[in-house]
């Protein structure tokens, strides 16, 4: 039995292409993977944007671990270690908004009207935005790491502790990719996407153990940081990275919520796409 079928073409000379009414889960993913290079190609055509990349962890690394580091923990340098996961974590997270923001634009420019007509899967643009962007986020990660090593930052956990910790945080970022690809399928124009996205991040990361011990936190706060997805991240990545406490239970936290989190956006997504395109 074939893996595709097609619908039967029209004798018209203007019809549109014949598209797929069923196709294989390996052409899926081999038409996500063919979108995600696509995505990647806008990054070398839009240096700025690498350029950005780049600039956005310096600012964030530098104004939270000297403006703020002496008074958290009455030395920069300890609030400095206490704080590069949380910085990764949340600079990452910050960048999923991307995901919307885009989709939005090209639903905008007409670029899905192009995407409906070609026999690939209709999550494959959405796929390969999402794993497009994964790229980004790993700049992202890289260069927060520079950064603190160049201000003393040194990674107790090693090269391991340090990849798997990496890799623990673009997993949660695939898995919010997919949120933000839902609001930007559902929200009708890029910048109330950017608000939006903003609406559900900031209290997500700023509610968790990302820059403050949930000790010190009031105590109905402690309760909502306990719970944060968020925090068992950058639990997480704090034990990886450091090489301190148990790591197995926030890895194990951080995963579940990464697999709930993509099975209850990722058919939302590709239901709004499907509705709006």
Known sequence: MSAVTTRTPSARSGDAPTTPERISPLLTVQNGLQLASRSVLKIRANPEEVFGLMLQPVMFVTLFVFVFGQAMMGDWQSYRDFLMPGIIAQSVIFATLGTGFSLSQDVEKGIFDRFRSLPIARSAPLTGAILGDLVRYTITVVMVLLVGMVIGFRPEGGVVGVLVAAALVLLFAFALCWMSA?????????????????????????????????????????????????????????????????????????????????????PLAVWAYRRRT
């Open 182 to 266: 839902f609001v930007g399928m559902v929200v009708r124009t890029p910048m109330a996407v950017q608000a939006f996205g903003m609406i559900l991040m900031f209290p997500l990361t700023f509610s968790s153990s990302a820059f403050v011990n949930p000790q010190d936190m009031p105590s109905w706060l402690q309760a909502i940081a306990a719970n944060n997805p968020v925090t068992h991240v950058v639990d997480a990545m704090r034990a990886l990275m450091l090489g301190t406490g148990e790591a197995t239970g926030p890895v194990l936290w951080s995963v579940l919520w990464a697999a709930i989190i993509t099975a209850v956006f990722s």
